[in-house]
């Protein structure tokens, strides 16, 4: 099963990616647009795994703080089948910590951490091919910040039900306030 381990969003977050995506899809001439309940914050992507159990017992045992967290402007991946759009992340201490602390737990018992460096972003829409009269600067600006605390993470599971994306929640794990 694909796994990976996330911060999910508050509803007023969900909310403005929400209106951010419907916004980008009204600009584009295709694209694949994130869901409201799909919106999530990546710290490791697993990858495939027969079964969930070495993950969350990493995620239980890893020592990890609550932080606050930030949305940054957002941005895209380019890419040959069109871009991966995203609002960004402010790579705070908090979260650099949190990823660091849980990146090192996987890779003590092998589990595959991603080798790429960690660009926190929230996915909007995927191969996206914008229209050439979007106006991407004023929508960036019409992007309010957004501001929350992480307490908790949780292992999700990614896969294709009904030919919708949907991702399930297969633990939680509440973080320790400081
Ligand atoms: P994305 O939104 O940038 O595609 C579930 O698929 C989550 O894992 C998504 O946040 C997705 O990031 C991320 N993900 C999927 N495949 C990945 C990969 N090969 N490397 C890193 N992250 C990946």
Redesign the pocket.
Do not use: P, V
């Given at each position: 099963m694909?796994l990976?381990i996330?911060v999910e969003l508050p509803e007023p977050w969900k909310a403005v990616l929400d209106r951010a995506a419907r916004a980008l899809a009204a600009g584009s001439r295709r694209g694949t647009f994130s869901r409201r309940e799909n919106f999530?914050l990546?710290l490791a992507?697993l990858?495939e795994l027969p079964g969930p159990e070495p993950a969350l017992q990493v995620l239980e045992g890893v020592r990890v703080s609550s932080f606050p967290l930030k949305s940054g402007p957002p941005g895209r991946?380019p890419s040959r089948n069109g871009d991966?759009w995203?609002v960004g992340v402010e790579p705070s201490p908090g979260l650099l910590t949190a990823r660091e602390a849980l990146a090192g737990a996987l890779d003590r018992v092998g589990l595959w951490m991603?080798p790429?460096p960690f660009r926190p972003?929230l996915?909007l829409g995927?191969q996206v091919r914008i229209r050439e009269d979007f106006d991407a600067a004023a929508w960036a600006a019409g992007l309010p910040a957004l501001t929350c605390r992480v307490d908790r993470l949780t292992l999700?599971r990614?896969q294709r039900l009904q030919g919708q994306l949907t991702?399930t929640p297969l633990y939680r794990r509440r973080l320790r306030g400081i």
């Open positions: 694909r990976f996330a999530h990546t992507f990858g991946f991966l995203w991603d790429k972003h996915t995927r999700l990614s991702y």
